[in-house]
């Protein structure tokens, strides 16, 4: 259906009870126990409720579906609604946005999990190559330099095809893939401040490296992490979008932009150029606002002067 039509919501009861996570409620959404049917219009006859499907059928719902103690115009006001559809339904009858949304919470996720798993390695690489230096410098540069050489999105297809398809192995395999730039910046930022006289100074004083590392070289290299990281995130959710294009990212029925995109491409010629281009801009949008972020964080940190 075009965006912005509009249809009546019919809701039949449903006394089960679903017992789930916090974590499931907030990752994939709480399951709504009312069955739903959508119709043009209605009307209440002796025997049950009539409605119109969209194969212009004519059904009947009955009233013992109901709870018994309700009269017709309770029924009407407290299970039966109007909505808008603002951007319209897919081929299967699903809302267009809500999937929208949900898969703004996917990308956002995932983003966030992926530059986290990338932080903790990164950091953690970086720092011990650029204080150390010598051969431990020398490990950890060959290293960086032969998931460099790897191609991002063939190395995260290989995780991903080891790790299995779903949802938290999408997380694993980009963020896997994405501590490379931070190792580098990391380590670049290290050996020019190892030599300056606040870090000599904590050795004269006898700190240990870890005290060294977590009080005063990191606060003095957050800047440029901030800044990668913010590039990261936006890269995070074009691979995340990749991957479910090519089906091997986020599953169904969890939506995903990429795979929405895959799901109505082919509609791009056929009069419905709305189903792929709606989640097409949305990735747009939002890669776009962390770009955007990022210019503006390296403007507060001044990393060019």
Same mark, same amino acid.
């Given at each position: 259906?075009?965006?912005?039509?509009?249809?009546? @919501?019919?809701?039949?009861?449903?006394?089960?009870?679903?017992?789930?996570?916090?974590?499931?409620?907030?990752? +994939?959404?709480?399951?709504?126990?009312?069955?739903?049917?959508?119709?043009?219009?209605?009307?209440?006859? $002796?025997?049950?409720?009539?409605?119109?499907?969209?194969?212009?059928?004519?059904?009947?719902?009955?009233?013992? *579906? +109901? !709870?018994? =103690?309700?009269?017709?115009?309770?029924?009407?006001?407290?299970?039966?609604?109007?909505?808008?559809?603002? +951007?319209?339904? $897919?081929?299967?009858?699903?809302?267009?946005?809500?999937?929208?949304?949900?898969?703004?919470?996917?990308?956002?996720?995932?983003?966030?999990?992926?530059?986290?798993?990338?932080?903790?390695?990164?950091?953690?690489?970086?720092?011990?190559?650029?204080?150390?230096?010598?051969?431990? $410098?020398?490990?950890? /540069?060959?290293?960086?330099?032969? +998931?460099?050489?790897?191609?991002?999105?063939?190395?995260?297809?290989?995780?991903? #095809?080891?790790?299995?398809?779903?949802?938290?192995?999408?997380?694993?395999?980009?963020? *896997?893939?994405?501590?490379?730039?931070?190792?580098? &910046?990391?380590?670049?930022? &290290?050996?020019?401040?190892?030599?300056?006289?606040?870090?000599?100074?904590?050795?004269?004083?006898?700190?240990? $490296? /870890?005290?060294?590392? @977590?009080?005063?070289?990191?606060? =003095?290299? *957050?800047?440029?992490?901030?800044?990668?990281?913010?590039?990261?995130?936006?890269?995070?959710?074009?691979?995340?979008?990749?991957?479910?294009?090519?089906?091997?990212?986020?599953?169904? !029925? #969890?939506?995903?932009?990429?795979?929405?995109?895959?799901? =109505?491409?082919?509609?791009?010629?056929?009069?419905?150029?709305?189903?792929?281009?709606?989640?097409?801009?949305?990735?747009?949008?939002?890669?776009?606002?962390? /770009?955007?972020?990022?210019?503006?964080?390296?403007?507060?940190?001044?990393?060019?002067?």
């Amino acid at each position: 259906m075009p965006p912005g039509f509009k249809a009546y @919501i019919l809701e039949i009861p449903n006394s089960s009870n679903f017992n789930e996570s916090y974590l499931n409620i907030k990752f +994939f959404g709480k399951k709504f126990p009312n069955k739903e049917i959508v119709t043009n219009n209605y009307n209440f006859l $002796d025997e049950g409720i009539e409605y119109e499907n969209y194969n212009q059928e004519k059904l009947i719902v009955k009233y013992d *579906l +109901f !709870p018994s =103690n309700l009269s017709k115009q309770e029924i009407e006001k407290k299970y039966i609604s109007q909505r808008k559809f603002i +951007f319209g339904t $897919d081929s299967f009858g699903r809302d267009v946005y809500g999937r929208i949304v949900l898969g703004t919470r996917v990308s956002l996720s995932i983003g966030f999990i992926a530059v986290l798993i990338s932080l903790i390695i990164g950091l953690s690489i970086g720092i011990l190559g650029g204080y150390y230096g010598g051969l431990v $410098d020398k490990i950890v /540069m060959t290293i960086i330099n032969i +998931f460099w050489s790897i191609p991002t999105l063939l190395l995260v297809i290989a995780i991903s #095809i080891a790790l299995g398809k779903g949802f938290w192995q999408v997380y694993l395999a980009v963020g *896997l893939t994405m501590w490379v730039e931070v190792a580098r &910046v990391v380590r670049g930022q &290290v050996i020019s401040e190892k030599n300056k006289d606040y870090i000599v100074a904590t050795k004269v004083l006898g700190y240990s $490296d /870890m005290r060294i590392f @977590i009080k005063h070289l990191l606060p =003095n290299i *957050l800047g440029p992490i901030l800044i990668i990281c913010a590039a990261n995130f936006a890269a995070a959710i074009l691979i995340e979008s990749g991957l479910s294009f090519l089906g091997i990212g986020t599953q169904p !029925p #969890i939506p995903s932009w990429g795979s929405m995109i895959k799901d =109505n491409y082919q509609f791009i010629i056929l009069g419905k150029a709305y189903l792929a281009f709606i989640p097409g801009i949305s990735i747009m949008l939002l890669v776009t606002s962390f /770009m955007f972020l990022g210019n503006s964080l390296s403007d507060l940190f001044n990393t060019n002067k």
